[in-house]
């Protein structure tokens, strides 16, 4: 991994501080109780010590009663404390992670349209997922952190006030066990990850066999893929062993290094016993305290390791947060005037990113209330132009106007409640049928609802469906064909009513069969609505008032669909490819 | 998504039984490997619990009695037990390691053949994702068993009942004092388990609801911004976030009451061990070494009792995965090769004879269809969708085999055929171009996986492809990212037709695509086709008129019965189904 830029570092450290103190109550408690707990934790088996002093060798009633009290007392502390320390950890780290989910859908959510298509929703799953958790897992260690250090701190500071000899020696292979199980959880990660990784190539192999099992059957390919899956399995043996010799030298030494300290409190704290430097009590307290130890260390160390882990994650979330959405409102946008809903573009260049131009001074105006279908071969820039109304794009030069005003002067809800776009590749979520289409349009009726898929010819299908207009689509639902999800996608723009409306390619899935269906309720709703049609299919295109030939960026021809066949030989090859390829219809 | 998990998918005694039995016939090659492994869990368990024993024994013997010649004895056994944890611990991960990432492997190999080996009709009934979890999640949680947990568990179950024993053997007084803690301890983590398997388990599914509402936001994002509805999706979205989050808390709060009750247990046991062992040591009933040790098994209680809790989930999925993947490798192959089964000649006459068909109890969906297809014959299947028509052509490759009747190839049926050479010449050429991951030239190679470059570049010229697959990046050896997804519909198609090509069958059944492709390539697709399919015999299934007007013969299937034969021309003028069929086609648009 590259290092990033300075900012992005502190970006990410920055954003990792503001969703981890989104619950300042919480922190307040937790590090308390944490602080309480250890403290608890330290005093029992002082208490002890002295019950055993005063209350038992020489025997005293009153004494030992008042520190059996006192040890009752600190261990409820204990119990209640690890409770609100532990839901309090969860609360301010689980909710930093909700609040990096939150963030980041929200910004991708206002992310203009650029910047989707270049990203890749498998990253933007892992910054959601992923990432997210790598920053909880650092931040749930806010209250423990600063009791950890006090738990080191004072119990070392017991032990050295009981025999600062013994202690040193008891206490010097610590050190050891913090850095030693440090070094483990950073050299362990990568190859843990490896393994991660090989499981993942074994899933590739398995899903594409399976998902493909007909090809890998239909040419007898069985030991073709056995092979790779044999190559994937060798690969997974080969990491777990790797990771298995890992854990085998250091989870023995983890657990080996806190009784070499036991060792040497025998060792050395007999040798003090004898010599009436220290009482058998304090030997004993001293086996205590450094079981006690060794918790506090373990999870320092994995706290140390998992700093980097946490930080180059909110780093890379904190990169997408900080990109700019390029399509804003201006300040001072106008509303919508209450315009006939005329469109045009004066001179307009654009083309997406660095790439070269689609569209070169392509001017054209589109009358209030007209349709304009709009056809060339694929890449000539047709869906550039539909895309520019709505400004999902801006141009890089001259201007696109809705009723005169510059599409980048006036409110963006506005415009896009104006303007409605048919995708060729609808997108239905998951949701009923009636959520589908009611999607831009919460107030919508039943009765709404049911007369735009029945002018959309959706109504038949969706009757048909289990439970009508309540029927769920998506994932755990209904799955439609092309054709149906794009009728489904036609009641929905229907229904948004919208001034002008753009239909992208929105029937190229329809089967030719049934199109005609709709092409009457597409003409109904055409009618004294200012239309773009991106199309292939005559029949189709022939609906609109007047056929717009596009080529190379720029109206090559224009008229209605009979003058063009009439006139135009680029026309009439570009309707033959399609008549080429719908030879049937 | 891991599938077994909830508590209703918990093994009968019975099945555990059934499931141990077989996992042990199937570790029984490793036996030497396991009984030194358990050889080592045994001295591991051993030294650990001999270290609170020396330290008694140091304690009383030596420190007590002044005897430093004992300490010194007792601190040298001490090392020696540290010395036996660390060996031990360590070769039990190793060995434990050798004997579970093999049996892995082994078993991720021989789920992977027979998958491969099952026949169609097996897929039919079993969703892709639901076989896919089979080789992934369940494997993989057998993966975390042995990685994690396996040696651990059995090691502190060891270590946990010695140490019971040893400190009943001690002082019973003492011990009787401190074991109250064991029920307890048992009883919490049977709670807790139960509990954060429920609380796990609904988590899981709202971690799903939001990752799906996520993607959605993500994939349906130009939607949205189209049609306005930012606010709705980022309110939504919100809502499954902040569901999540609440469910998370649930969860973690179930662990932080578990947490709490350990805590208790473990203030008062100490406690108890300080308090009343020093009263017992003050009354000379227990030595101090005694309640040294004690202090130390402490540790031994513990420790095993919350880490085995955990494991106790991962041992229960392991098991209901070992039980789904046996279930698997005992479904039988139906498409299989007889023995003696003898190769299909060169070229043949492929004869479909009375044949009827249904998957499995399903309703009949081929009826006592016969029709012989002559070599360099082009046959067109047409019929309305669900005719039968798809499925006939399944039966023509031994997708399926028949319920009645025979397919015949050069008058062997293909029953009696060898798998290799049917697949060498019959080929299929399905709608879509599915691709698998590798270079585009691996793709191809599928068909033939010993073909020389140049046996691939003379595929690829047969089919006057040569300049599409130059215009590619790095040619035929372009990377195919995420099954094709940077190649568009008909440049796969491209892909598939040339695999085709290299196989070099003499029989090639066509599924026609239903859908248009880029038109940029929808006029290469087909010419490749049209040479792919020169001087072969073709079957194709029909989706366009054009084809149907091209071929030799017009099959018109319905209802699953073949209702007409003849050449186009011959149909259109009898005024039959098909004819019927063409009115229809034609009655659509015209220009």
Known sequence: MSTPEPHIRRGGWRLMREVSTREPRWIVLGVGCALGWTLAKIAIPLFALQAIDEGIDPYDREALLGWSIAIVAATIVVGVFTYFRRKSAFAISLRAEAELRRRLFDHLQRLHFAYHDRAQIGELMARVSTDAKQVQMLVVFIPIAGANFVMIVGVSVVLFALNAKLALVAMASLPVLLVIATKFSSILHPVAMGLQERLAGVSHVVEESLSG??????????????????????????????????????????????????????????????????????????????????????????????????????????????????????????????????????????????????????????????????????????????????????????????????????????????????????????????????????????????????????????????????????????????????????????????????????????????????????????????????????????????????????????????????????????????????AAS | MRQMYGSDETLSGEEKALVFRRTARMLAPRRRLIMLGAVCVVMQAASTLAGPAIVRYGIDNGVDADDLAALNQAALAFLVAVAGVYVFGRLTVLLVARVGEGFLRDLREKVFRHLMDLPLEFYDRNRTGSLVARMTADIDSLQELVSQGLSMFIVNLLVLLGAIVIMVAMSWQLALGVLFVVPVLVWASTWFRRESNKAYLQLRERVGGTLTSFQEGMSGVRVVQAFNQEDAFRRRFAETNEKQYKTNLHAETVTARYTTIIELAQGSAIAVILFYGGWLTGQDVITVGTLAAFVLYLQNLFEPIQQMSQLFNTIQAAGAALQKLYQLLDEPVTIDERPGAVDLPPIGTLDVDAVSFRYGDGPTVLDDVSISVAPGQRVALVGPTGAGKSTLAKLMVRFYDPVVGSVSYGGVDLRDATLHSLRQRIVVVPQEGFLFGGTIRDNILIAKPGATPEQVDEAVAALDLEPRFAAFAHGLDTEVHERGANLSAGERQLVSITRAALADPALVVLDEATSSLDPGTELIVEHALERLMEGRTVIVIAHRLSTAARADLVAVVNHGRLVEVGHHDDLVARGGEYAALFASWTGGARL
């Open chain 1, 213 to 582: 099992v007909r090809v890998v059957k239909g040419f007898g390919a069985e030991e073709v893929q056995n092979g790779r899956l044999a190559t994937a399995a060798d690969g997974v043996y080969e990491r777990g062993m790797a990771l298995a010799r890992l854990r085998s030298i250091f989870n023995p030494l983890l657990e080996v290094l806190p009784m070499l300290s036991l060792v040497a409190v025998l060792y050395v704290g007999g040798r003090e016993v004898i010599a009436g430097r220290l009482s058998v009590a304090e030997l004993i307290a001293f086996n205590t305290y450094i079981l006690m130890l060794i918790f506090p260390l373990r999870m320092t160390s994995f706290m140390v390791a998992q700093v980097s882990r946490a930080a180059a994650s909110a780093q890379r979330v904190y990169e997408i947060l900080a990109t700019a959405p390029e399509i804003v409102e201006r300040k001072d946008a106008q509303p919508l005037p209450e315009g006939p809903g005329e469109v045009r573009f004066e001179d307009v260049t654009f083309g997406y990113g660095a790439g070269p131009p689609i569209l070169r001074e392509f001017s054209l105006t589109i009358r209030p209330g007209e349709s304009v279908a709009l056809v060339g071969a694929t890449g000539t820039g047709k869906s550039t132009v539909a895309r520019l109304v709505p400004r999902f794009y801006d141009v890089d030069a001259g201007r696109v106007t809705l009723d005169g005003v510059d599409v980048r002067d006036l409110r963006l809800s506005d415009l896009r409640d104006a303007v409605g776009l048919v995708f060729e590749d609808t997108f239905l979520f998951t949701d009923t049928v009636r959520a589908n289409i009611g999607f831009a349009e919460a107030d919508a009726t039943a009765e709404d609802v049911e007369r735009a898929a029945l002018l959309a010819g959706a109504h038949d299908f969706i009757d048909e469906l289990g439970d009508g207009y309540d029927s769920m689509l998506g994932e755990h639902g209904y799955s439609l064909s092309g054709g149906q999800r794009q009728r489904v996608a036609i009641a929905r723009a229907i229904l948004a009513d919208p001034q002008v409306l753009i239909l992208d390619d929105a029937t190229s899935s329809v089967d030719p069969t049934k199109e005609h269906e709709i092409r009457d309720a597409l003409g109904e709703v055409m009618r004294d609505r200012t239309t773009i049609i991106i199309a292939h299919r005559p029949a189709t295109i022939a609906l609109a008032d007047r056929v717009v030939l596009i080529d190379e960026g720029h109206v090559a021809a224009e008229g209605t669909h009979r003058e063009l066949l009439a006139t135009s030989a680029a026309y009439r090859t570009v309707l033959a490819q399609a008549e080429a390829h719908e």
